[in-house]
C-alpha cells in the first residue's frame, strides 16, 4: 500500500523568501504524485501533479515540484511566496496502476506567511 | 461549471440523530470520492464511484456509514445514528476519470455531533 509522509507540520516564511515543502512517499514503483492546497473553509485545489516524463513540473500559483525516484521525493517549490500562499498543503500518491483511483494525502503542512 | 456542490455547509446535530451529507459532482465526472478529514485523522477516502457503483468502500468506518450514488448527478453519504466520534469535516470530490486525473474536492460538509 502506498504512503505519504510530510514530515514538517508547520513551516514560517516571510514573504519574498523561497519555499520548500517536503513530501516523500513508498509505493512500490512510478507513483501518480500530486500536490494540493487547501484555504481556511474551502475545499482543497491541485496545485500540480507528476505521472511521468519531465521530473520536474510546473502548477498554478508559480510553484514548482521536482520528482526524485532515488529519494522517493517529491517536494513543492516556490521562489517568492507572497502572504495569499498562507495555506495548508497535502502530497497525495496515487497507485499507478491504470484503473486505480484511490489518493492517499499525507497529514498536511501549514504554511504562514510574516509580512 | 460550479464545481462540487455539497449541501449543507454545516451540520450541528445530537448524537443518536440521522445525518444525511449530499453532494452533487461535475457533470460528465465519472469518479466520485467521499473523504472525512480530522484534526488526528487527517484526511481519508471512505468510498469511491465509478459510473454510480461503488468500487472500494474499505474507508467507510463502520456499519453506522453508507453511501449511495442514485445516479451520475447526486450522491449521499448517511450517517445513523450518529455519534460525537463522527464530527469531521466530509469532502466530495470527482473526477473525470481514473488515477491520473485531478480530483476536484467541493467545499466540505462540517458536522458536529453533539
Known amino acids: 500500500a502506498q504512503s505519504v509522509t510530510q514530515p514538517d507540520i508547520h513551516i514560517t516564511v516571510s514573504e519574498g523568501a523561497s519555499l520548500e515543502l517536503r513530501c516523500n512517499y513508498s509505493y512500490g514503483a512510478t507513483p501518480y504524485l500530486f500536490w494540493y492546497v487547501q484555504s481556511p473553509g474551502q475545499g482543497l485545489q491541485l496545485l500540480l501533479k507528476y505521472f511521468s516524463g519531465d521530473t520536474l513540473v510546473q502548477g498554478i500559483k508559480g510553484f514548482e515540484a521536482e520528482f526524485k525516484r532515488s529519494q522517493s521525493s517529491f517536494n513543492l517549490r516556490k521562489p517568492s511566496v507572497h502572504w495569499s500562499d498562507a495555506a495548508e498543503y497535502f502530497c497525495?500518491?496515487?497507485?499507478?496502476?491504470?484503473?486505480?483511483?484511490?489518493?492517499?494525502f499525507g497529514t498536511g503542512t501549514r504554511l504562514q506567511v510574516t509580512l | 461549471d460550479a464545481g462540487v456542490i455539497q449541501s449543507p455547509r454545516h451540520e450541528v446535530t445530537e448524537m443518536g440523530q440521522e445525518v444525511t451529507l449530499r453532494c452533487k459532482p461535475i457533470?460528465?465526472?465519472?469518479?466520485l470520492f467521499w473523504y472525512r478529514q480530522t484534526m488526528m485523522r487527517g484526511l481519508e477516502l471512505l468510498i469511491y464511484?465509478?459510473?454510480?457503483?461503488?468500487?472500494?468502500d474499505s474507508g467507510m468506518p463502520e456499519d453506522r456509514f453508507s453511501a449511495k450514488m442514485p445516479n451520475a448527478s447526486f450522491s449521499t453519504l448517511k450517517i445513523q445514528p450518529s455519534e460525537p466520534r463522527d464530527s469531521a469535516v466530509y469532502f466530495c470530490a470527482s473526477s473525470e476519470r481514473e488515477g491520473r486525473y485531478e480530483q476536484y474536492f467541493g467545499p466540505g460538509t462540517r458536522l458536529t455531533v453533539t
Open positions: 457533470s460528465g465526472h465519472d469518479y
Open positions: 464511484f465509478n459510473n454510480n457503483v461503488p468500487i472500494d
Open positions: 497525495a500518491v496515487g497507485a499507478n496502476t491504470g484503473t486505480a483511483s484511490k489518493l492517499t
